[in-house]
């Protein structure tokens, strides 16, 4: 009587088909990452890679030319020591305080406003919108033009109304109204964009929510208070971060109306960023700076995301 052996020709094709599935699975991986590499290699190169080494540089001595010297805690003790960062932070949260509220509720009224049926309601979301993408340059001009001090329509229709020439605010050349000057501006700038955001919220409330607070009596008030904010939550939720980044990383209009005067009236944290970097050539310090600012935007926001979450 003859043993019988057991045939391994089921198990080879069994293997075959494991690593042809293995093959086309990795074939599909590669297949993903070759369109994410372009992207990647790019983000990496230039934005990823500057950021690690803005992170090492802040603990180092470098002046753009000369070798880099290792500084430790140096650049971090300086803080407490310069004036002008001492005015920097606080003047970045008095403008990221003021302005973020305000223009939250310009563009939500201005978005409430022109989501009724008006006459010409494209052309005023048009015109809402376009300081948001108009030359800035052009933009810092009129703005300069419109708050001039001495011949300026603001402060002429001022006067119309009564107030004594002394006690016209000099705007962007006076250290006392500087700051409300960026504020405004800002608020301008920015509160067309974030309407069509808050448009876009408001057309997506589901209507018959409305139909039944009318049904329950209920004001134009309660209707606001009880069914669009709440419904609107996401939507503000977003808007609110995104203003604070934005208002932390203020720039821009600081460069093209006030340079950060009068003194350090206006003088935000990138604005000393760029003044250590670039004026100075203090990379190290401008860097621990620069440290500092994204530090106090992931804490702001971190805080942002728990608040929202509880609620």
């Known amino acids: 009587m003859v043993a019988s052996t057991p045939s391994n020709g089921g198990q080879k094709p069994a293997r075959r088909r494991a690593l042809s599935r293995r093959q086309r699975k990795l074939r599909s991986y590669l297949v993903a990452y070759s369109f994410i590499a372009p992207n990647f290699a790019g983000f990496a190169i230039f934005t990823l890679g500057p950021i690690l080494f803005a992170f090492a540089l802040a603990f180092m001595h470098w002046d753009g030319s000369n070798h880099i010297g290792f500084a430790g805690l140096d650049n971090f003790w300086k803080l407490f020591h310069d004036a002008g960062f001492i005015a920097a932070f606080w003047n970045t949260i008095i403008y990221t305080a003021f302005s973020v509220p305000l223009t939250m509720v310009c563009a939500l009224g201005l978005a409430i406003l022109l989501n009724q049926k008006l006459a010409g309601r494209n052309f005023f979301r048009t015109a809402a ?41 000099g705007w962007a050349a006076d250290k006392d109204w500087a700051m409300v000057t960026i504020i405004l501006f800002g608020i301008w700038k920015n509160m067309g964009y974030f309407m069509v955001i808050y448009l876009a919220g408001l057309q997506g409330i589901n209507a018959e929510l409305y139909e039944a607070a009318d049904l329950d009596g209920a004001t134009a008030w309660q209707k606001f208070w009880n069914v669009t904010l709440p419904q609107l939550t996401p939507t503000t939720f977003f808007v609110s971060v995104m203003l ?12 093209m109306i006030t340079q950060g005067g009068p003194g350090t009236s206006t003088l935000v944290l990138v604005y000393h960023i760029y003044n250590e970097a670039f004026i100075s050539w203090d990379l190290g310090y401008s860097s621990m700076v620069a440290l500092v600012l994204f530090l106090l935007v992931l804490v702001v926001t971190v805080v942002q995301f728990r608040l929202t979450r509880e609620e």
């Open 129 to 169: 919108f376009f300081p948001y993408v108009a030359s800035l340059v052009a933009v810092a001009v009129v703005w300069n033009m419109l708050f001039n001090p001495e011949m300026g329509p603001v402060n002429m229709i001022l006067y119309t109304f009564g107030v004594d020439p002394k006690d016209l605010p």
């Open 244 to 255: 604070t980044i934005q208002s932390f990383k203020v720039f821009d209009q600081v460069f």
